[in-house]
T-cell receptor
Framework: DQQVKQNSPSLSVQEGRISILNCDYT??????FLWYKKYPAEGPTFLIS?????DKNEDGRFTVFLNKSAKHLSLHIVPSQPGDSAVYFC???????????FGAGTQVVVTP | NAGVMQNPRHLVRRRGQEARLRCSPM?????VYWYRQLPEEGLKFMVY????????ESGMPKERFSAEFPKEGPSILRIQQVVRGDSAAYFC????????????FGPGTRLTVT
């Protein structure tokens, strides 16, 4: 039962432009969301998170937007840099133990 | 400040053998989560442990899989009688407290069953 979905498996963007990654969820009980970045042969690295009491959280070049009514969140990276080329996972915190449910990931390629 | 350590990084086993995957959490962390990533998929939760206790094993197959986190030493994920479908990347993550929103992941163990 896939409750967190990333429908775009890949995204190609030019260096300097904005990258927009999308994530949808089905469980309205989810109230905390995280984005992780993953390079090949490494573990995921925490990037940014957002609580359902907010609709936006910003950290440097990264901004996450949450639309609770649409059960949709997005990650904006601006400006995109070559080092941003990685797989990005959206995740939802599903319980008080800290269990995360991940989307399938979006491969971002930043071209010169 | 060492991060989460996992070993081995790569493990090859023949069908029917046992696989043991180890995870040493970050210093000061006593909560460990194991996730599995199948090809072309996201990470899927397997089990959550605290020192000497299994808290939530709802994502772990009922047979052949077991996990422990002893008082001393690393957390171990054990897979008995491996099958080809067990081939995946296994990641562990640690956190400093229960329900911590930010979990720190290790580099993973890539298990290949031949």
């Amino acid at each position: 039962d896939q409750q967190v979905k990333q429908n775009s498996p890949s995204l190609s963007v030019q260096e300097g432009r904005i990258s927009i990654l999308n994530c949808d969820y089905t469980n309205s009980m989810f109230d905390y969301f995280l984005w992780y970045k993953k390079y090949p042969a490494e573990g995921p690295t925490f990037l940014i998170s957002i609580s359902s009491i907010k609709d936006k959280n910003e950290d440097g070049r990264f901004t996450v937007f949450l639309n609770k009514s649409a059960k949709h969140l997005s990650l904006h990276i601006v400006p995109s840099q070559p080092g941003d080329s990685a797989v990005y996972f959206c995740a939802a915190l599903t319980d008080s133990w800290g269990k995360l449910q991940f989307g399938a990931g979006t491969q971002v390629v930043v071209t010169p | 400040n060492a991060g989460v350590m996992q070993n081995p990084r790569h493990l090859v086993r023949r069908r029917g053998q046992e696989a043991r995957l180890r995870c040493s959490p970050m210093k000061g962390h006593s909560h460990v989560y194991w996730y599995r990533q199948l090809p072309e998929e996201g990470l899927k939760f397997m089990v959550y442990l605290q020192k000497e206790n299994i808290i939530d094993e709802s994502g772990m197959p009922k047979e052949r899989f077991s996990a422990e986190f002893p008082k001393e030493g690393p957390s171990i994920l054990r897979i008995q009688q491996v099958v080809r479908g067990d081939s995946a990347a296994y990641f562990c993550a640690s956190s400093a407290r229960q329900g911590a929103y930010e979990q720190y992941f290790g580099p993973g163990t890539r298990l290949t069953v031949t």
